[in-house]
């Protein structure tokens, strides 16, 4: 039994993609002018700027005239392809000194000029497939291009080439040759090009008529080392495989099948050419292998120098009828590497899997494999394919994670297993100590667990959806995890040997010096995402020479957007510019608090100092005894409302109260301590008391000058005076005071002072009659009271 006996194929459908069309010519890279699908007629004008490459493919062009290029002189690439040139003059190139790519494949044109290329000295690659030509011309064609390193020639039209059709050619070293419909060629016409080391062939027709005139092709193309690539052809029948004996014994190394129908018999007809032969890579691609019945084939030889197999996108229609190619088994034992690529393979028994026991490189990737079929391929764990190195099990149908099948795997260093859907991990997992590389990307993956290996070198845990990542792995030196949902820098303490680490688009917002600072090692970083936080300690590290020359961004700066602050959403970081305010803002929020706090003050002190807050309570209060209805005189309830300081009260109660209240005729005076509203607001009291009074009669000392309440009282009486303009006010003097002790805010009072005559309570016993009979006379109301 061998690796191909059990294998099961499904067709594969066909893709094609149609390119879009653009609006109009445009620079690209490179300086390439860029023209194509723009439905033009003639080649259009230079650009006013420098370009090495231009481009008018898929046009509308029919001739190239002489003066098309005259202002193309700097040009080195020109493509011309798919259009309907039929004519190119002959001084045409000739602006193109230094032209060193020249494409015009798919035209229609039917005879070829060696006039074209005398002066294009620099020319490299010239393709000439898909004209209508039937030969290439009188010979010679292509004798100044001694640098020409790639020809494509040939089409569908050619029948003929002749001997001296490539003299010139031999700098050689890519051909690419369409001859199906060649009916024929001179031998020796290829022999002395090249040394050609890719030889690209498509012989259909002459592989199906005649041959010999394939081997004869095969024989002057092939040589010592050259890879061969049979393209677009049918091989139905062991005969049509023959011929090509001679390019294995003519020194090929490497031969390839490409866009070829295959039946099962040619196959084996080619496979029993090896032996003896140098080839040692073996391919089919984009191909279908068509099971025809093998009808009593010999088994292969035991050995062969192949040492690669490749079968990628491989369609066979009828795969339930694979036979089991037990007889290749010793053909393959030798095979080091094997690559069975989108080819919808779901099983490789055990049996299989111990013939290929040179096997180093395995790619089984983008087929149908699943859990269990990948186990047995695996022998369940038992050390099959030994020298194993690489393993590509990517994009299958595997649903979880065992570790187990290749523990015993000594020589494994690399294990892809993307692409498939595990959703889950492990806790713990047992893997080759060998283990370098691991790739879980794109398995749907929630979290990373002790699962991993601490001997891996490179992890790539790309396009999950992890959360965190905290996993130590002490050798770690590359580290892929963009395309997940995490929000912070692992701890690099974690990977003190991790020199590169990949972690753009994920939900990082911000990362610094500080937290970069734990990677020790750390020299590459790629973290671009639309989810950064700008604030300014971000941007100025983005720009530090730090972040330059200490940790290498791998990725553009411009890739790192913003996401806050709103003016900076969606801006590149390397364009944010952030006002002194955002990018200190605790600090301008302290000043500008300070600065509030200090004006606050500043306008506390100024009000104190210039007695706002009294004018303010003063107009309030004038404006509510404005509000108020006069009293008339026979409607005030006392003769005088005493204002005077506690300090003093021993005074008034001892001598002013007696006095007036007990004298003939009594006057009724008004003190706060009797006859204050007990609970109402003390400036309600002193308003009121002063309101029903008839006068205010003020005990002045220097225990008034400093009591707060009495200066209330003085205040409203001094608005009485400033609005009324009358003689409400008696000052008593019971010590003498400095006028200007008193405030001056009380100007009104002041002048009062100034200006009228006030009681000054005597030191001399004898003049206190006086005082008191003065005292009455100010207070007394007059006997009749107007209204």
């Known amino acids: 039994m061998n690796i191909l006996a059990f294998i099961v194929f499904v067709p594969l459908p066909v893709h094609r993609s149609f390119p879009l069309s653009g609006p109009r010519c445009h620079i690209r890279e490179k300086s390439l002018w860029d023209c194509s699908r723009q439905n033009l007629s003639k080649i259009p004008a230079a650009p006013s700027e420098h370009v ?74 010239l393709n000439l497939w898909g004209n209508k030509y039937e030969t290439l011309g009188e010979g010679n064609l292509f004798q100044p291009l001694d640098k020409l390193k790639t020809l494509h020639f040939g089409g569908p039209h050619l029948v003929s080439v002749g001997r001296s059709d490539f003299s010139g050619l031999s700098g050689l070293r890519e051909l690419f040759f369409d001859g199906t419909n060649l009916q024929n060629y001179a031998e020796g016409s290829l022999r002395h090009v090249g040394p050609v080391s890719h030889v690209t062939l498509a012989l259909n027709g002459p592989c199906e008529r005649d041959q010999a005139l394939v081997e004869v092709v095969l024989s002057d193309a092939v040589r010592p080392n050259t890879t061969l690539t049979v393209t677009d052809t049918l091989l139905y029948t062991k005969s049509q495989a023959l011929p090509f004996k001679v390019a294995y014994d003519g020194g090929a190394t490497g031969f390839i099948f490409k866009k070829v129908t295959m039946t099962s018999a040619a196959c084996m007809a080619f496979l029993h050419l090896l032996p003896g032969s140098g080839i040692t890579t073996l391919t089919l691609e984009d191909s279908r292998f068509l099971l025809y019945p093998l009808g009593g084939i010999a088994p292969a030889p035991d050995t062969g120098p192949l040492e690669a197999l490749v079968l990628k996108n491989v369609d066979v229609p009828q795969f339930y009828n694979f036979p089991a190619l037990y007889f290749l088994s010793p053909l393959l034992r030798a095979v080091r590497r094997a690559s069975v690529v989108n080819c919808k393979v779901y099983a490789i028994p055990c049996e299989s899997s111990a013939d290929l026991s040179g096997l180093e490189y395995l790619d089984i990737s983008d087929n149908s494999f699943s859990d269990i079929a990948l186990s047995q391929m695996m022998c369940g764990g038992k050390g099959v394919l030994p020298r194993l190195r690489t393993l590509n099990v990517s994009r299958n149908h595997l649903r979880s994670i065992n570790s187990r099948i290749f523990a015993e795997l000594g020589r494994l260093t690399s294990i892809d297993l993307s692409g498939n859907a595990f959703g889950d991990m492990p806790e713990t997992c047992d893997w080759p100590p060998s283990l370098r590389f691991l790739n879980l990307s794109a398995t749907h993956l929630t979290r990373a ?23 130590g792995l002490p050798v770690l ?120 706090a200090a004006a606050l003050l500043l306008t506390a002190g100024l009000c ?6 009294w004018y303010a309570e003063m107009t309030w209060a004038w404006l509510s005894a404005k509000r108020k209805p ?30 007036l209240e007990q004298s003939e005729p009594p006057l009724r005076l008004c003190l706060h ?17 002063i309101e029903r009074s008839h006068k205010t009669l003020f005990v002045l000392s220097q225990h008034f000058v400093r ?12 608005f009485r005076l400033f609005d009324q303009n009358d003689d409400t006010v008696v000052l008593i003097l019971l010590e003498p005071i400095d006028k200007r ?20 309570w005597p030191d001399d016993d004898s003049q206190i009659a006086g005082f008191w009979q003065s005292l009455r006379a100010a207070i007394k109301r007059p006997v009749t009271d107007g209204s």
């Open 741 to 760: 002790a008193v405030p001056k805010k009380f100007c009104r009072l002041r002048r009062v002072m100034h200006s009228r005559t006030y009681l000054e």
């Open 630 to 659: 006069k009293l008339r005189r026979g409607e005030l309830e006392y003769d005088a409302f005493v204002s005077f300081s506690e300090m003093d009260s021993g005074w008034v109660e001892a001598h002013l109260v007696p006095e």
């Open 608 to 613: 104190h100092r210039f007695s706002v807050v």
């Open 52 to 125: 090495a490459g231009l481009d008018v493919s898929r046009n509308r062009l029919e001739t190239i005239a002489k003066e098309d290029f005259l202002a193309y002189a700097s040009l080195r690439s020109l493509t011309v392809a798919n259009n309907k040139i039929e004519t190119i003059q002959e001084q045409a190139f000739v602006p193109l000194a230094n032209l060193e790519k020249l494409d015009l494949s798919v035209n229609s044109l039917a005879t070829l000029s060696a006039g074209w290329f005398k002066n294009l000295l620099s020319l490299r690659y």
């Open 449 to 471: 667990t002790a699962c991993l290996p601490g001997s891996l070198h490179i992890l790539d845990l790309s396009d999950n959806e992890l959360t965190v990542f905290h996993i």
């Open 707 to 718: 009591s707060e309440w009495c200066k209330y009282e003085l205040d409203y009486t001094h």
């Open 477 to 596: 030196t590359e580290l892929y995890i963009s395309g997940n949902k995490i929000s912070m820098l692992p701890d690099g303490g974690l990977y003190p040997r991790l020199v590169s680490i990949s972690i753009q688009s994920n939900n990082l917002q911000t990362f610094s010096r500080r937290s970069l600072s734990d990677y020790v090692a750390l020299r590459r970083l790629e973290a671009a995402a639309e989810t950064f936080v700008c604030s300014c300690d971000f941007v100025a590290f983005m720009a530090s020479d730090w972040a330059k020359r200490r940790v290498r961004l791998g990725d553009e700066v411009k890739s790192y957007v913003c996401e806050s602050p709103d003016a900076a959403r969606g801006t590149s970081v390397a364009d944010v510019r952030l006002s002194a305010f955002e990018c200190h803002a605790v600090l301008s929020l302290s000043l500008l608090c300070s600065g509030v």
């Open 673 to 689: 301590k009797r006859d204050f509203v007990p609970g109402a607001w003390i400036l309600d009291n002193i308003m009121g008391a």
